[in-house]
T-cell receptor, first 111, second 116 residues
Framework: SQQGEEDPQALSIQEGENATMNCSYK?????LQWYRQNSGRGLVHLIL?????REKHSGRLRVTLDTSKKSSSLLITASRAADTASYFC???????????FGTGTRLKVLA | DGGITQSPKYLFRKEGQNVTLSCEQN?????MYWYRQDPGQGLRLIYY???????QKGDIAEGYSVSREKKESFPLTVTSAQKNPTAFYLC???????????????FGNGTRLTVT
């Protein structure tokens, strides 16, 4: 059973615009992580937000976490064509290392 | 350089044959994971291991087997019982315990398995 569900499934924007994608999960968690995957490659870690944090920034990335709603959002500001990729959230139930990934958002940034 | 190595990158097998995918890490991580990814889909957990000689089933373990005899190695065998084995397989690792509870997963570059 997939713990994380993301929306939208696909997103197409112009270069310079912001991209927002959302993730929902089902259980109590230690942290929530966001990953990026270029086509046919492994996943690259972007940012980790702990359950006691509400917002975190890393460069052009901004992540929020609402544990009461069991949801998170990833905002990419001033997007570039090189940001074109699939983005996944991952969580593990508190006290476990069983990381489950969401269904992913396919982002396409048009130059 | 530390990292995770998956080999081979592409693997072709005939239906009915077992096949073993290799995953090696030199990051000194205790936990290792196997995920399956189908085209345009998310990752589904097959097996994971938090310590040598111990592993747990993920959400789609049927038709797969693993071993964890060494900390740095976590091979996955796709058996003939797996009904639809053609997929992209990803291996990952992470530390556990202490700050490891809030550490990211490190991924290999995957093995694309095609069974005909």
């Amino acid at each position: 059973s997939q713990q994380g569900e993301e929306d939208p499934q696909a997103l197409s924007i112009q270069e310079g615009e912001n991209a927002t994608m959302n993730c929902s999960y089902k259980t109590s968690i230690n942290n929530l992580q966001w990953y990026r995957q270029n086509s046919g490659r492994g996943l690259v870690h972007l940012i980790l937000i702990r359950s006691n944090e509400r917002e975190k920034h890393s460069g052009r990335l901004r992540v929020t976490l609402d544990t009461s709603k069991k949801s998170s959002s990833l905002l990419i500001t001033a997007s570039r064509a090189a940001d074109t990729a699939s983005y996944f959230c991952a969580t593990a139930s508190s006290g476990t290392y069983k990381y489950i990934f969401g269904t992913g958002t396919r982002l396409k940034v048009l130059a | 350089d530390g990292g995770i190595t998956q080999s081979p990158k592409y693997l072709f097998r005939k239906e009915g044959q077992n096949v073993t995918l290799s995953c090696e890490q030199n990051l000194n991580h205790d936990a290792m994971y196997w995920y399956r990814q189908d085209p345009g889909q998310g990752l589904r957990l097959i097996y994971y291991s938090q310590i040598v000689n111990d592993f747990q089933k993920g959400d789609i373990a049927e038709g797969y087997s693993v071993s964890r005899e060494k900390k740095e190695s976590f091979p996955l065998t796709v058996t003939s019982a797996q009904k639809n084995p053609t997929a992209f397989y990803l291996c990952a690792s992470s530390p556990v315990g202490g700050t490891g509870a809030n550490s990211p997963l490190h991924f290999g570059n995957g093995t694309r398995l095609t069974v005909t």
